[in-house]
C-alpha cells in the first residue's frame, strides 16, 4: 500500500472520498429492476489473511444472483486500496483492489479484512481517517479476523465488545488491556460494529448478513452451494477454547502454544524443550513458576480443560473426545478427568457441566495408589511415582525391602504372586514386598 498519499479529505468537511478516474458508478444501478439491497466495500491489510476474504465473498456472490451466476444483483461489492496498488496477502498471493477509497455512504458495511501481526501498522494513516469516516456517518464496520486490532487501535471499538480468534487472544489482552472481548465464540455483533475471528467463520457472518439484508432463502442457497449444512449463528462456540492461563515468561508462552497446537498427539517434554531451546529440567523449573506445576502437568491440564469443554459444547462421542485430546481410550480419559475434576465425564455431559468443579490451581489433587498400580508404574518406567512421605492406607503396611539386584520384572512378580493369595500376616493381609527406594 502507498503510506504516501496526500491527506484524506471528510466527506462531512464538504470533500468526497478520492475516487479513481473509470470507477465503476452504482448510483441506483439494477439488474433486471432488482436493486441491491446490501452494499459491501473490502479494505485489505498488509498480509491479510485470505481465507476469510474468499469465504466472505463467495457467500455474497452466490446471494447476489441466480445459481452462481455472480452478478451484483441483489449485492454489491467492491475492494478499496489507496492508489488500488496490489496487496499482499499472508500465503503471498497478491490480490488488485478495484477501487480507490469510495463515498462511505456508498456502503452498508465496510470490512477490514486483518493480517499478521507484528508486521508494522495494518493499515495506513488515511484508510485509518476514512474509517473513522464512515463510522460518524453510521456505517457498520466489520473487524475480520486481526480486522479487529485495527478497528480498537483506530479508536473505534470505545465502548463496544469485540470477539477474537482463541489463537490470538493473548496477543489482544496483552496489546488492549482495558478493551472488553470474548475468544469463544464465531462472531460478535454490537450494535454497528461487528468483530469475527476470521477462518471459515466470515462465512457465517456474511449469511448472518445476508440473511437480513436479502433474505433467508438466498442465505441458505449461498451455504448449500458451499457444501456447508448450515448457517451458524454467532454465539457458538469456536472449535478451541481459549488457554486461561496467564503467563508472562516467553519462553513458557510459547511452549504452551506449541501445547494448545498438538492436543490430539502430545509432544513429549524433550520435544517441548528443544523447541523453545530449554532442558528440560529448566523448562520445569519456569513452568512451577508460572503455572505452579511441573511441563506435563501442565500439558495434561489443559488437555482436559479442552475435554470438559467439547463435553458441553458438542455431541461428540466421550470416545472421540478422548481421541481427539490425545488420550488412549475412555478409560485413560475417564481417569485423569476423575483425578482433577472429581467427576466422571459421563457426568459432566449429562448435567451439561454444571457438576464438574473447577481444577486446583497448583498441580493435580493426590490420586490413592494401589498396589497394582504402584507395581504398574515401577515395571513401566512411568514418570509418576510414589510421592515423598507416608505410605497411602491402600498400601498394606507390612512391606519389606528386597534387594537392589533385583530386576523389576522380578518384583512385581513378586508382589502379585502375594497379593493373590500367597504369604499372609497374623492379620490375613498379603504380606507384600516392594523396593520404594529403588530407581
Not at 479529505?9 to 446490501?38: K, Q, Y
Request: glycine letters at 10%; proline letters at 8%; one cysteine or more.
Amino acid at each position: 500500500m502507498n503510506m504516501g498519499t496526500p491527506a484524506y479529505r471528510p466527506v462531512s468537511s464538504g470533500g468526497t472520498a478520492p475516487r479513481r478516474t473509470g470507477s465503476r458508478s452504482w448510483g441506483t444501478r439494477s439488474w433486471d429492476g432488482v436493486r441491491p439491497r446490501l452494499s459491501v466495500g473490502f479494505l485489505l491489510a498488509r498480509n491479510f489473511t485470505l481465507t476469510p476474504l474468499s469465504s466472505f465473498l463467495d457467500v455474497l456472490r452466490l446471494a447476489a444472483d441466480e445459481g452462481d451466476g455472480s452478478r451484483q444483483i441483489r449485492c454489491r461489492w467492491t475492494v478499496m486500496g489507496l492508489g488500488r496498488e496490489p496487496v499482499r496477502s499472508s500465503c503471498g498471493l497478491d490480490i488488485l483492489p478495484w477501487d480507490d477509497l469510495r463515498d462511505v455512504r456508498d456502503f452498508d458495511c465496510i470490512v477490514v479484512v486483518g493480517g499478521l501481526l507484528d508486521d508494522g501498522p495494518q493499515l495506513d494513516t488515511m484508510t485509518l481517517a476514512y474509517l473513522r469516516e464512515a463510522a460518524a456517518r453510521g456505517v457498520t464496520l466489520i473487524g475480520l479476523c486481526t480486522g479487529t486490532f485495527a478497528l480498537v487501535e483506530a479508536g473505534l471499538m470505545a465502548g463496544r465488545r469485540c470477539c477474537v480468534s482463541w489463537y490470538h487472544h493473548r496477543d489482544f489482552a496483552e496489546r488492549f488491556p482495558g478493551q472488553p472481548f470474548v475468544a469463544d465464540q464465531l462472531f460478535l455483533v454490537d450494535g454497528d460494529r461487528i468483530t469475527c475471528p476470521g477462518g471459515t467463520a466470515a462465512a457465517d457472518l456474511a449469511a448472518w448478513l445476508i440473511e437480513r439484508h436479502v433474505g433467508n432463502a438466498a442465505a441458505q442457497k449461498a451455504m448449500h452451494i458451499l457444501l456447508a449444512d448450515r448457517m451458524r449463528q454467532p454465539g457458538q462456540p469456536q472449535p478451541q477454547p481459549p488457554s486461561a492461563s496467564p503467563v508472562t515468561n516467553e519462553r513458557v508462552r510459547r511452549a504452551m502454544l506449541l501445547m494448545e497446537q498438538n492436543l490430539s498427539f502430545p509432544l513429549s517434554a524433550a520435544e517441548i524443550a528443544g523447541r523453545v531451546q530449554l532442558s528440560i529440567r529448566h523448562l520445569d523449573r519456569l513452568f512451577r513458576m508460572e503455572t505452579g506445576m511441573p511441563t506435563l502437568t501442565c500439558y495434561r491440564r489443559l488437555r482436559l480443560s479442552y475435554v470438559r469443554w467439547r463435553l458441553v459444547n458438542t455431541d461428540d462421542t466421550i470416545t472421540d473426545i478422548a481421541l481427539e485430546a490425545g488420550f488412549a481410550d475412555c478409560a485413560h480419559l475417564s481417569r485423569q478427568f476423575r483425578a482433577v475434576f472429581g467427576v466422571s465425564p459421563s457426568t459432566v455431559r449429562s448435567r451439561g457441566g454444571a457438576e464438574a468443579p473447577a481444577a486446583p490451581e497448583h498441580g493435580d489433587p493426590p490420586v490413592r495408589r494401589t498396589v497394582r498400580g504402584v507395581l504398574r508404574r515401577r515395571v513401566h518406567g512411568a514418570e509418576n511415582s510414589l510421592p515423598p512421605g507416608p505410605m497411602p492406607d491402600a498400601i498394606p503396611p507390612k512391606v519389606t525391602p528386597v534387594s537392589a539386584s533385583e530386576t523389576c520384572q522380578s518384583r512385581a512378580a513378586t508382589a502379585l504372586s502375594s497379593a493373590r493369595g500367597g504369604t499372609r500376616d497374623g492379620a490375613g493381609c498379603p504380606r507384600v514386598s516392594l523396593n520404594l527406594s529403588g530407581p
